[in-house]
Structures are given as structure tokens and as C-alpha cells.
């Protein structure tokens, strides 16, 4: 990438060189050399059409001299050759390999963010599943994808991620710090505040830089990114932001109140849920895999997370142009000059 796209790039999206250095690490293959380049390779391996896509995979990129890693876990339902590196599922298990390739649907992608964020490395999704927004690619591209890992022909963009904090009922805002932090997280895609109980509404209060916005009962709260706007907020009826957009967002779920509307805010806003203390417990949910029980009372606050996930690009397709081939939306009748 040129001096020039850098600084022309989107500010939501910050793109950064694909040349990322290999580090050392500890668990190479034997007869590796310190200087070789690894890549980590994640599978749904319930699927089969997964097992068969990460065998290719591997084979593609041994073939080409790349070293290849994988959990021990899944590596028990793989055919893998013995030259392949296995690691137990520690977030830093992608330590010092130059890629990340996911191979799955939408939460084996979230699950390999976790990976990503933790090592800093890039990560490469190949939609397995029905939508994939964080994926860059299809099942029919993997030959494409071995290719460009191996000539490096790929550009990495960092997106924006949530941290959470969980503080216990005796947070009071007139006392800078109170409140005991029972809890801390991260999301990619969205932090939820819900109900714990089905016949229950959750009654909250709302905030946005420590000014009350509304107080509602329903079934609860979602804190997104913009890559988190197609997701969750997206079913509980939030808007589509762009992903070079920087925003928060607020959406309530199926709210009792003449108000209760999705808000968009600015990067750096604190966003806060409180549960009133009347109210049954809730559960916070981080990009629906890892949840807490949240005590009665408990405040939740949301604010731009300091450590983004990166993710690899193939290629520049808009995302206007996304968005219509997964959500497979109608455009017939659309006058407009073809790519």
C-alpha cells in the first residue's frame, strides 16, 4: 500500500502493510527454521465440508513452504501430515505466525477473533456458513486464498472493537471509581444487556456520557460496533453503519416505551446500561459467545475498546456491494454503470 492510499483511506477503517514481520516462537514444527513463516489455520471441524477445506488448505500451503498450526483439538479430526504444528487453545496460541485463516460461519469467525486480538495477528475468514459478513471469502476461493497468502498479496484494516466493565450496585456517580468492577470484557461485534428470566421484562436506565437518556422495560440492550451493525443490532433493528464510519451504537430490544430508539453516537462516548435494582437478574453477552450473571443493580459500560481486531482483505470490493450479495437484496431496475 502507497504513502498515498494511506492517507486517502477511510478513518474508520485504518489499513496497514500486509509485509508483517514473523516472530520467533516456541512451538515450531521440528526441523523449522527460526526465520520460516507460519500460518494458523482455525476449522469448524463439525462440518465436514470444513474438514475437507481445511485439508486443502494445508496441503496448499505446505506444498509452497509455509508452515502450518492448529489446536490440538481440532487437529484429532483433521488429516493432517506430521509437519503440522499443534498448540493448545491459549489466546496467545497464534503467537508469531503471520496470518490467521478461519475457515467456518459467523462464530467460528468471532471465535478466531479472540485469537486475532489476542496476538495481534491478521485474520482471514472463508465463509463456511449462510452469511459471513467478516469473512472475505467463499468456499469456491480457496485456491485463491492459498495463493495470496503465500505472495503476501493481501492488505490488513483494523476495526474498531467494545471494552465492557461490569460494576456492582454501589457505583454511585457523584464518587468517581465506586462501585466494585465485578466483570471485564471485550466484544467485536456487540456487547448485550438481556433478560435472564423469559416472563420477566429487564428494567434498565440508559446513559451516554454520563447523562440519563431514557428508562424502559424490555428485553434488553445492544452496544455495537459498526462491524457489529449487520449482526445483532441488525435483528433488533439498529441501522447498517459502514464499517469506515466511527460510531457506537445503541440499540434496545423489543422495548416497552414510547421511546426506546437506536442511537448512534460518536467513538469515543461511554455508553452505560444500568439494571434497576427491582429488577430480576440479567446476563451481559460479548459477541454471543462468553456471558456473566449480572447482579441486581449493576451498571454496564460500554466505551471503544483499546486493542482492535485486524483483518486481511483480498480485495476492494465495496461494501455497499457486500451488503447486497448477504443479505441477497434486489436491485433490479437499478440503472447504474456495471463493475
Known amino acids: 500500500m502507497t504513502e498515498d492510499s494511506r492517507a486517502n483511506a477511510p478513518s474508520g477503517i485504518r489499513p496497514v502493510s500486509a509485509e508483517v514481520p514473523v516472530a520467533e516462537t516456541g512451538d515450531r514444527a521440528p526441523g523449522a527454521g527460526a526465520g520460516d513463516r507460519t500460518v494458523f489455520l482455525l476449522a469448524h471441524t463439525g462440518r465436514p465440508a470444513a474438514v475437507r477445506s481445511a485439508e486443502l488448505v494445508v496441503q496448499g500451503l505446505l506444498r509452497c513452504g509455509i508452515g502450518v498450526r492448529v489446536l490440538a483439538e481440532e487437529a484429532v479430526d483433521l488429516p493432517l501430515p506430521d509437519r503440522v504444528q499443534t498448540v493448545t487453545a491459549k489466546p496467545d496460541a497464534a503467537e508469531g505466525c503471520e496470518l490467521l485463516v478461519v475457515l467456518g ?89 438481556e433478560k435472564a428470566a423469559r416472563e420477566r421484562m429487564l428494567e434498565v436506565v440508559i446513559e451516554v456520557d454520563g447523562r440519563p437518556v431514557s428508562s424502559f422495560g424490555g428485553d434488553g440492550v445492544v452496544c455495537a460496533t459498526p462491524t457489529g451493525s449487520t449482526a445483532y443490532a441488525f435483528s433488533a433493528g439498529g441501522p447498517v453503519v459502514w464499517p469506515e464510519v466511527e460510531a457506537l451504537l445503541m440499540v434496545p430490544i423489543s422495548a416497552h416505551a414510547l421511546f426506546a430508539k437506536p442511537l448512534v453516537t460518536a467513538p469515543d462516548s461511554v455508553l452505560a446500561v444500568e439494571v434497576q435494582p427491582q429488577t430480576p437478574h440479567g446476563v451481559l453477552w460479548a459477541d454471543g459467545r462468553r456471558s456473566v450473571e449480572l447482579p441486581a443493580g449493576a451498571r454496564v459500560e460500554v466505551r471503544r475498546g483499546a486493542v482492535p481486531v485486524r483483518l486481511a482483505r483480498l480485495h476492494h470490493a465495496s461494501f455497499t456491494d457486500r451488503l447486497v450479495a448477504k443479505f441477497a437484496l434486489p436491485v433490479t431496475g437499478w440503472r447504474g454503470a456495471p463493475r
Open 105 to 193: 460461519g459467523d462464530g467460528t469467525l468471532l471465535r478466531g477473533a479472540e485469537f486475532a486480538r489476542a496476538s495481534g495477528v491478521p485474520m482471514l475468514g472463508v465463509n463456511l456458513g449462510r452469511v459471513g459478513f467478516l469473512a472475505e471469502a467463499e468456499r469456491d476461493d480457496l485456491d485463491k486464498v492459498v495463493d495470496r497468502v503465500v505472495s503476501r498479496a493481501y492488505e490488513v484494516e483494523e476495526r474498531m472493537t467494545l471494552d465492557v466493565l461490569v460494576r456492582n450496585a454501589g457505583y454511585n456517580p457523584q464518587s468517581p471509581g465506586s462501585g466494585h468492577i465485578v466483570h471485564a470484557d471485550w466484544a467485536l461485534n456487540e456487547v448485550s444487556v
